[in-house]
C-alpha cells in the first residue's frame, strides 16, 4: 500500500513512502520522517531506505545479467559473480549504516 502511495504521489514505482522521504531528508528537501519515525520507530525510514537501495540496485543488476543471457551466452557472465560480491559487502554497509547514528 506504501509502494502504491508513493507512486501515486510522483515517487518510485518500487520505493516505499518512508524510504522516499528518508531520500528526500538526505537531500536537505522537506519531508515527514519524523512523523513516520515517531509513528513507526525511530530509524524506520532509514531502514527503509537501506532496504529500498539495495532491492533497487540488485533489480538493475539483474537487468543487466539478464540481457547478457538473452545475448546468448548461457553461462553466468564474471559481472555476475562481481556483482554477487559487490551487494554483499553493499548490504553489509548498510546494516552498518542502519545501526548507527543519523
Known amino acids: 500500500m506504501s509502494i502504491f502511495f508513493n507512486t501515486l504521489f510522483g515517487g ?7 524510504a522516499r522521504n528518508y531520500e528526500r ?3 536537505n528537501l522537506s519531508n515527514i ?5 515517531g509513528f513507526f520507530g525511530e530509524g524506520h525510514c ?3 531506505w537501506a ?3 539495495v532491492i533497487n540496485n540488485a533489480i538493475s ?3 543487466e545479467i539478464n540481457e ?7 553461462s553466468p557472465p564474471q559481472v555476475y559473480y562481481d556483482g ?3 551487494y554483499q559487502k553493499l548490504y553489509r554497509k548498510m546494516i552498518k549504516y542502519t545501526k548507527g547514528s543519523e
Do not use: M, P
Not at 33 to 37: A, P, S, Y
Open 51 to 53: 532496504k529500498w537501495t
Open 12 to 18: 518510485q514505482n518500487n520505493q516505499t513512502v518512508s
Open 46 to 48: 532509514k531502514r527503509a
Open 68 to 74: 547478457q543471457l538473452e545475448l546468448g551466452d548461457k
Open 33 to 37: 520522517c519524523w512523523f513516520i519515525d
Open 84 to 86: 554477487q560480491r559487490f
Open 25 to 27: 531528508r538526505k537531500q
Open 61 to 63: 543488476h539483474y537487468d
